[in-house]
């Protein structure tokens, strides 16, 4: 009973280090997307993956690259971190389709020092 | 520019009673509005949506009320519950294809016993 899985759960980085956050859906669903939440602001929606093997921009893709590594699997890199991207980082998979629910996983609480 | 407000930070409701969230929305193109219960350290979770072409939707003790005209959406809860305390975060999305989702930036709910 899994659903949507999110490692690590935590991390802290330096200014300039490498990250890739990963996530795994077990519901069989289409769609996967990356948030991030910040005090405040909501949740924002970085980048997003209508169907295995496509990736689009969100609303703050700055700074991030995405990998729809298959089904199952929805990666988040930064390349270069700043402490702008210090937040917490929710993955999300629905089933295709317009109106579906959205199901999370219990995110990254990512802090860049 | 942000197309779903929420401008309620907090709201303390007494248990037992009624409590209301609720939602603006600027785009008059969303089609479906989902509301998402959030705890700490938890990722949120879905809850009760609602299509434009309803005007209310009920599940248990949760209806949404969607008024287009106003471009306005509630969510209720009655009675409210200890278990209720969270954040509650609206969504909308709009015919796209795309399949993604505008988040408010969310409502504290305190349901005191």
């Known amino acids: 009973n899994a659903g949507v899985t999110q490692t690590p759960k935590f991390q802290v980085l330096k200014t300039g280090q490498s990250m890739t956050l990963q996530c795994a859906q077990d519901?069989?669903?289409?769609?996967m997307y990356w948030y991030r939440q910040d005090p405040g602001m909501g949740l924002r929606l970085i980048y997003y993956?209508?169907?295995?093997?496509?990736?689009d921009k969100g609303e703050v893709p700055n700074g991030y690259n995405v990998s729809r590594l298959n089904k199952r699997e929805f990666s988040l890199r930064l390349e270069s971190a700043a402490p702008s991207q210090t937040s917490v980082y929710f993955c999300?998979?629905?089933?295709?389709?317009?109106?579906?629910?959205?199901?999370f996983g219990d995110g990254t609480r990512l802090s860049i020092l | 520019d942000q197309q779903v407000k929420q401008n309620s930070p907090s709201l303390s409701v007494q248990e037992g009673r009624i409590s209301i969230l609720n939602c603006d929305y600027t785009?008059?193109?969303?089609?479906?509005f989902l509301w998402y219960k959030k705890y700490p350290a938890e990722g949120p979770t879905f809850l009760i949506s609602i299509s434009s072409i309803k005007d209310k939707n009920e599940d248990g003790r949760f209806t949404v009320f969607l008024n287009k005209s106003a471009k306005h959406l509630s969510l209720h809860i009655v009675p409210s519950q200890p278990g209720d305390s969270a954040v509650y975060f609206c969504a909308a999305s709009e015919v796209s294809g795309t399949y993604k989702y505008i988040f408010g930036t969310g409502t504290r709910l305190k349901v005191l016993a």
């Open positions: 993956s209508a169907s295995e093997g496509t990736t």
């Open positions: 519901m069989n669903h289409n769609s």
């Open positions: 999300a998979s629905s089933r295709r389709g317009e109106g579906q629910p959205q199901h």
């Open positions: 785009n008059s193109m969303f089609d479906y």
